[in-house]
């Protein structure tokens, strides 16, 4: 097992339902150290090009929607495989085929708003920490 680090959003439904400190607590509770940690709002310009994989999609627009409507919290996670062991945590994207016990499938009720992104390799958790946190080392957000 490595150790690594891996990146989420908790999105702003999870925010507006006061489920942060819940969503957390499990990453925590499973082993995985919290490294960075911010509360901010996403503009669109940054949501567009964090989603810009799915840009030809029908539901491109809903997620920039979704992500942009309210602050986010965004973490950097440590731990052995984290990439992995987050991606078990949070569930299916798609919170009706989430399993029970997985953040989606306890806590999201439909698409768009699943809760939580989360980095889906080692090499796009970097990318990622580096987009919203400037650099993967020192755990500080841009502009800080």
């Given at each position: 097992?490595?150790?690594?680090?891996?990146?989420?959003?908790?999105?702003?439904?999870?925010?507006?339902?006061?489920?942060?400190?819940?969503?957390?607590?499990?990453?925590?509770?499973?082993?995985?150290?919290?490294?960075?940690?911010?509360v901010t709002k996403i503009s669109e310009d940054?949501?567009?090009?964090?989603?810009?994989?799915?840009?030809?999609?029908?539901?491109?627009?809903?997620?920039?929607?979704?992500?942009?409507?309210?602050?986010?919290?965004?973490?950097?996670?440590?731990?052995?495989?984290?990439?992995?062991?987050?991606?078990?945590?949070?569930?299916?994207?798609?919170?009706?085929?989430?399993?029970?016990?997985?953040?989606?499938?306890?806590?999201?009720?439909?698409?768009?708003?699943?809760?939580?992104?989360?980095?889906?390799?080692?090499?796009?958790?970097?990318?990622?920490?580096?987009?919203?946190?400037?650099?993967c080392l020192s755990g500080?957000?841009?502009?800080?």
């Amino acid at each position: 097992m490595a150790v690594e680090q891996t990146f989420i959003i908790i999105k702003p439904e999870a925010v507006e339902r006061r489920l942060v400190g819940e969503i957390l607590g499990r990453f925590e509770r499973k082993g995985l150290e919290i490294k960075g940690l911010r509360v901010t709002k996403i503009s669109e310009d940054l949501a567009k090009e964090h989603y810009a994989h799915h840009e030809n999609k029908p539901f491109f627009s809903q997620l920039i929607e979704a992500i942009t409507r309210g602050p986010v919290v965004l973490a950097v996670l440590e731990g052995n495989d984290s990439v992995s062991q987050v991606r078990t945590l949070v569930g299916a994207t798609d919170p009706v085929k989430a399993a029970p016990g997985t953040i989606r499938g306890d806590l999201a009720v439909r698409l768009p708003y699943n809760m939580v992104h989360a980095a889906d390799s080692p090499a796009n958790a970097l990318i990622e920490i580096e987009r919203f946190f400037g650099s993967c080392l020192s755990g500080m957000p841009k502009g800080s």
